[in-house]
């Protein structure tokens, strides 16, 4: 095998406040191939996203190494990197179009093909006919897929995606689970998705990378051996439930635990 | 079509309001005793404008120190706004400085200022402008601070420059705040201009009452009233078109 893509190890980070120090990383170390879609999953506040901005650059980290791309091809971070957040956050005095243009403009790409390119995205995301409206005229779904339109835009080699379904109804959830899974084979990038949701990881994720909280650690590294395309058919055998079971005792949710609790505030 | 339409019957409705205010005035003056010095009729007070009051000097005038003094804030409030936001060191030092200097009622400057700079159109201009400045500049300084730390994460990661970010986020961003702050602001620079007229000037609506009160010309002071609420309305009215412009769904290319 290659070079991974991406190469974490030991990886720390700690917050500072004038009070008290916050170990928010530890010893986090994974690889990602080329290619692939990697979900991270964990309870909140365990560091997911921290691991995210320090892989986009946004937060520096106190030990460990961090290497994204090879020698063979280099990885410009300006350039290579494309986010969504949970919040669409998209310019709402902009048409969509111009929305999704926004990362060309900043990066200087040339007009006409960002253009051609924003175009095919927008189809690919299904949003052909909607150039011209402005976000507020979306709903929920439609705003997360201009902002993942958006993430695409300058072609970049690495998606990073901060539970970008997280505030959309679980229906929706869904349907764009589906469309991410899509999107991922045709635009064949590196994605890197952050989710709390372990079902959606198990779904979406050709490896799952769990993390724990306090003390902020990883926890396991699975790769999920499902064929792709992936159908919502597939939560319900019994290859899935293997997964989903093994992550939840992971995250310390024993199978059936929850049942007993439930029936005791139940008598309450 | 439908649009049109929808158009006339709003416009309809608020002339007819304010026309049903102008009858139910005329009527409350005929049929109750009310003296025509304390308050006079509608016809009374249209009248009025046949006097030889110059009003449409005085008009001028007044309107001269509202604009000015409105327009001068506009561009202070904004550029200080710029200056804090990009330099933060000055505001840290100094909002607090513009914060405490707001608390001074301005109208109690305005007999310094008259000592300071003599009356005259120039004065009245600056209390005007010292009226309405802060709400501009703080709504503004609040407008370019709310953009949303993870889109400038965003556009950090692709390495957007501090001329880039203000220009296509901060910038359009700010202005829904800095149009509520202007909206407020009228009101202030009319106010702050007739109060400098009241203190001390030789001409404008403000001065003209102040001549006509002596004579108890009360329809001439209820047409001034009507003087300077134009001018009010007709710059809010601006600031509302400006408003459109930038934010409505018209050209959005900011």
Redesign the interface.
């Known amino acids: 095998m290659s070079e991974a893509f991406i190469h974490l190890a030991d990886v720390r980070k700690v917050f500072k406040s004038r009070k008290e120090e916050f170990l928010a990383v530890s010893e986090v170390t994974f690889d990602v191939q080329a290619g692939e879609l990697v979900s991270l999953v964990g309870p909140s506040g365990c560091g997911k996203t921290t691991i995210l901005?320090i892989l986009?650059?946004?937060h520096s980290y106190e030990g460990g190494t961090v290497r994204i791309g090879s020698k063979e091809s280099p990885f410009d971070?300006?350039?290579d990197?494309g986010?969504v957040?949970q919040?669409p956050?998209l310019?709402k005095?902009?048409?969509v179009l111009k929305n999704v243009l926004?990362?060309a403009?900043?990066?200087g790409l040339p007009h006409k093909e960002s253009l051609e390119r924003a175009h095919y995205l927008l189809e690919m995301v299904g949003l052909q006919g909607f150039e011209d409206k402005?976000p507020h005229e979306l709903s929920g779904g439609m705003q997360q897929r201009t902002a993942i339109a958006r993430a695409l835009i300058?072609d970049p080699k690495l998606v990073l995606m901060d539970e970008p379904f997280g505030a959309l109804d679980a229906l929706t959830r869904e349907k764009m689970n589906l469309e991410l899974l899509r999107i991922w084979r045709e635009s064949q990038k590196t994605i890197l998705f952050v989710t709390h949701g372990i079902q959606e990881a198990v779904f979406l994720g050709t490896r799952v990378i769990v993390l724990t909280s306090s003390p902020a650690r990883m926890a396991d590294n699975i790769s999920i051996d499902l064929p792709y395309p992936r159908t919502l058919d597939m939560k319900t055998h019994e290859e899935f439930g293997k997964y989903t079971r093994h992550l939840y005792k992971h995250l310390g949710m024993e199978v059936g635990n929850s049942d007993k609790s439930g029936e005791k505030s139940a008598i309450k | 079509m439908n649009d049109i339409s929808k158009q006339v019957r709003r416009y309809g409705w608020i002339i007819l309001i304010h026309l049903g205010v102008v009858i139910i005035w005329y009527l409350w003056v005929s049929i109750s005793k009310v003296p025509d010095y304390v308050m006079p009729s509608p016809i009374a007070t249209i009248l009025s404008l046949g006097e030889d009051y110059g009003w449409i000097h005085n008009t001028y005038v007044t309107a001269v120190e509202v604009f000015g003094g409105y327009f001068l804030a506009v561009v202070a409030g904004v550029s200080m706004a710029l200056i804090f936001n990009w330099f933060q060191l000055m505001e840290k030092m100094f909002m607090p400085l513009v914060v405490s200097l707001n608390m001074i009622p301005k109208v109690a400057l305005g007999p310094l200022f008259i000592v300071w700079l003599s009356y005259g159109i120039g004065p009245n201009m600056l209390i005007s402008f010292s009226i309405c400045f802060l709400p501009i500049l703080l709504t503004m300084e609040r407008g370019l601070r709310e953009a949303?730390p993870?889109?400038l994460?965003?556009?950090?990661?692709?390495?957007?420059s501090r001329w880039?970010i203000f220009t296509?986020?901060q910038l359009?961003?700010s202005?829904p705040y800095l149009f509520s702050g202007m909206k407020v602001a009228v009101i202030l620079a009319v106010a702050g201009a007739i109060v400098g007229e009241f203190i001390a000037s030789s001409e404008g609506l403000g001065y003209l009452m102040m001549q006509v009160q002596v004579t108890m010309d009360t329809a001439a002071m209820f047409m001034a009233v009507l003087l300077i609420t134009a001018i009010g309305v007709v710059l809010y009215g601006i600031v509302l078109l400006l408003e459109y412009f930038f934010?409505g769904?018209g050209p959005?290319e900011?």
């Open positions: 901005k986009a650059g946004i971070p300006s350039k990197i986010i957040f919040q956050l310019l005095w902009r048409k926004l990362p403009e900043i990066l402005y300058h | 949303d993870d889109l994460d965003l556009v950090r990661t692709l390495r957007a880039q296509k986020i359009p961003g202005l934010l769904y959005n900011i």
